[in-house]
Nanobody
Framework: QVQLAESGGGLVQAGDSLRLSCAVS????????MGWFRQAPGKEREFVAG????????YYADSVKGRFTVSRDNGRNTVYLQMNSLKPEDTAVYYC?????????????????WGKGTLVTVSL
């Protein structure tokens, strides 16, 4: 059973940066497609970023391209989301996601395991 534990959320001002971490246990990280989703108040959960097992390909939602960077350290069993130039519309609970299929499939919702989420609040 894969377990995911997010950390790094908090309250920041617009323009600030945050780095989220996702600690993975129960399975070797290199065997998993990984990504981040978010859910804002009153909205559906949406894909934010994904990264392939070999780190060679990354995917991003249009709303975060150029500002967010997803990465992974398979040796440390940890996935990261570096968020720069944060905007109030980035306010949401951010979830780490793992999938046994491809990252492209994970992007479309083929998620096998979810973390409990970490709250990011961006104020003006």
């Amino acid at each position: 059973q894969v377990q995911l534990a997010e950390s790094g959320g908090g309250l920041v001002q617009a323009g600030d940066s945050l780095r989220l971490s996702c600690a993975v246990s129960g399975r070797t990280l290199s065997s998993l497609a990984m990504g981040w989703f978010r859910q804002a108040p009153g909205k559906e959960r949406e894909f934010v970023a994904g990264i392939t097992r070999d780190t060679k390909i990354t995917y991003y939602a249009d709303s975060v391209k150029g500002r967010f960077t997803v990465s992974r350290d398979n040796g440390r069993n940890t996935v990261y989301l570096q968020m720069n130039s944060l905007k109030p519309e980035d306010t949401a609970v951010y979830y780490c996601a793992a999938g046994r299929s491809s990252t492209a499939s994970l992007k479309m919702g083929a998620v096998d395991s979810w973390g409990k989420g970490t709250l990011v609040t961006v104020s003006l």
